[in-house]
C-alpha cells in the first residue's frame, strides 16, 4: 500500500466514523480538514462567485475531480461562515461520497492543482 492510498483509506474511514456522531469536535473538525488538505482536496479558488449548485448524493458520481474538489473546497470554506456546513455534510454522508468519486476520478494518484485541472 502506498503512501497516497494510505491517506484515502485513513481519511475515508474518518468521515465514516464520523457519520455518526451527533456533534462534530473541533479536533475532528481540524483532522479532517486537515487530511482533506493532505490530499489537496481544499485548493484556493473563487468558490463563492463560482455559482453551482450542490450536486445530489444520487448524482455525484457524475462530477470531474475538478467539481469534486470544487464542492470540497466549498463546503470547508462555507463553513467558516455558517458554522455547521461541514458537519451537515458529514453527519449525512455527503462529503464522504464526494471523497469516494474524487477518489475514484483521482485513480490512486495524487489529486491535481486546480491550476493544473483548469
Not at 58 to 82: E, K
Request: charged share 25%.
Amino acid at each position: 500500500m502506498t503512501d497516497i492510498d494510505s491517506r484515502w483509506n485513513q481519511l475515508l474511514a474518518k468521515l465514516s466514523a464520523l457519520e455518526t456522531t451527533t456533534e462534530l469536535s473541533l479536533k475532528d473538525h481540524l483532522e479532517v480538514v486537515h487530511q482533506l488538505g493532505g490530499l489537496r482536496l481544499i485548493q484556493p479558488f473563487d468558490w463563492n462567485a463560482w455559482g453551482a449548485d450542490v450536486v445530489p448524493i444520487a448524482d455525484l458520481g457524475q462530477l470531474d475531480i475538478h467539481d469534486c474538489v470544487r464542492h470540497i473546497t466549498r463546503l470547508v470554506r462555507a463553513d467558516r461562515f455558517s458554522e455547521g456546513v461541514l458537519a451537515g455534510a458529514l453527519a449525512n454522508g455527503y462529503l464522504r461520497a464526494l471523497c469516494v468519486v474524487a477518489r475514484n476520478r483521482a485513480d490512486g494518484k495524487p489529486v491535481p492543482t486546480l491550476a493544473k485541472l483548469a
